[in-house]
């Protein structure tokens, strides 16, 4: 029985075990997927220990996305441009980075009237969710403009070096400004991670708020963004679609 882990801080919420477990036994393949909390500290040991063998995979969640990218032998190519890992694959004693938020994301846009006509982006954040965001968000060609914010301009400036778009750029999250769609990217409103980085007044105007987190279903942003008069929808579809890419890089054809 090799083992699948997801590495990360504040992680006890995660669905990810139910959601792998359910499908290696529906599949009978011989592997367990297990919560695994680390510090900043302990993650090259353990990406190290899990090479030498017994692991199968790993799932890599916020803060370390982007300190996995450094920890990988071999990276995918969305890895390396958005320089985010949020899965690995270990094989012959070397860790495979790969980046499956892209999948996620894009998967659960499909279907939205919002964006089959011209709309504008706020993406709230500047880790790997929030990059994975922006680089799907770029493919639509019915896209306006695009904003990414931080707390300061200057690393949201940073970030958005990585596309050359002119409809893309970096604000300071102060100077926050309602676009048709809103994605929040953040670890705010998660268990043990309470609050909100915008109120109702500042999202009047936009038509939808993308809460990234899928736990707890309905955030403080969320109810906020209701009472601005935007539609919400939440992570769930998100969550899913990248666990479906992530099954298929650990199992291959073996399902």
């Keep these: 029985m090799e ?16 959601f792998h477990n359910r499908l290696f036994a529906k599949h009978n393949l011989p592997y367990q997927y297990e919560l695994l909390p680390v510090t900043p500290e302990e993650l090259p040991g353990a990406i190290m220990r899990m090479k030498r063998g017994g692991y199968r995979g790993a799932n890599v969640t916020s803060p370390y996305k982007e300190l996995a990218v450094e920890l990988v032998d071999k990276s995918s190519e969305s890895v390396r441009h958005i320089g985010s890992v949020n899965t690995i694959l270990f094989e012959e004693k070397r860790a495979i980075g ?4 892209v999948d996620g994301f894009a998967a659960s846009l ?3 009237p919002l964006l089959d006509k ?10 790997g969710a929030a990059r994975a965001a922006v680089d799907v968000l770029l493919r639509h060609q019915t896209l306006q403009r695009i904003t990414l914010y931080s707390q300061s301009s200057e690393k949201a400036d940073h970030e958005t070096c990585r596309w050359d778009d002119p409809r ?13 769609l809103i994605v929040h990217a953040t670890p705010v409103g998660l268990p043990g991670v309470p609050g909100r980085l915008l109120n109702p007044d500042d ?12 736990h707890p279903p309905v955030t403080e942003l969320m109810k906020a963004a209701r009472t601005g008069g935007l539609q919400v929808m ?3 579809k998100m969550f899913i679609g990248q666990a479906e890419k992530a099954f298929e890089i650990w199992v291959g054809s073996h399902a």
């Design 110 to 112: 499909q279907g939205l």
């Design 118 to 127: 011209p709309f504008t982006a706020a993406v709230l954040g500047t880790g």
């Design 3 to 18: 083992r699948i882990v997801l590495l990360g801080t504040n992680i006890a919420h995660s669905r990810s075990p139910e």
């Design 98 to 101: 790969f980046n499956t938020d």
């Design 168 to 180: 893309l750029s970096g604000e300071a999250l102060p100077d926050f400004e309602p676009a048709d």
């Design 234 to 236: 939440n992570g769930e």
């Design 203 to 214: 999202m009047e105007g936009g038509k939808l708020l993308y809460e990234m987190i899928y």
